[in-house]
């Protein structure tokens, strides 16, 4: 079911960053590089089908709150499905995340929405935003087909680490920024 409602919605949406959800593989090398232990607050960007969602419920605390911030409509309709008193469902964009969060801080904030095809003045918005929803000892994580991500969040980012993770098909970048 989710291979072809995946691509069905990538075809539909240009907004989409690929083809097929994040590979097992990949959500747990990367959630094992982030220290959720304490974490109050994980905002999630575009989290399609969930595959993140349901990795990040199994590691985070009862007291923990996910933000999720999806705009496609069909992907909101499916993770509805959550019936857990911890997840914030939004239908928005990844600009609104200051105005969603009211205040509260995120101690982690995880992207798969894809940059490249956001224009220049929008991505700078949504990183400069981002990095004023994050607590302070927070990091920012997306996942993207490319690098090129790096110079914007240099510019916003005081720490930005970039791993290729050339196993995954296709092969990722994974872009970690802090401060």
Known sequence: ??????????????NIASVKETS?????????RLNLRGAKVVVEYGPGTGPFTRAL??????????VLIEANPEFCAHLD??????VRLHQAW???????????KADVILSGIPFSRIPEREK????????RALAPNGVFVAYQASPR??????????????????FHIPPLFVLEARG
């Open 1 to 14: 079911m989710h291979n072809g409602f995946f691509i069905r919605e990538f075809f539909r949406d240009p």
């Open 24 to 32: 097992p593989f990949l959500v747990r090398r990367i959630l094992d």
């Open 57 to 66: 419920l199994d590691r985070l605390s009862p007291e923990s709150r996910l």
């Open 81 to 86: 499905r959550y019936r857990d008193g911890r």
């Open 94 to 104: 990844a600009q609104e995340v200051l105005e969603i969060l009211d205040g509260q």
């Open 124 to 131: 700078s918005r949504i990183l400069r935003d981002t990095r």
């Open 149 to 166: 991500l790096r110079a914007p969040l240099e510019g916003v980012f005081s720490s930005v680490r970039v791993t290729p993770e050339p």
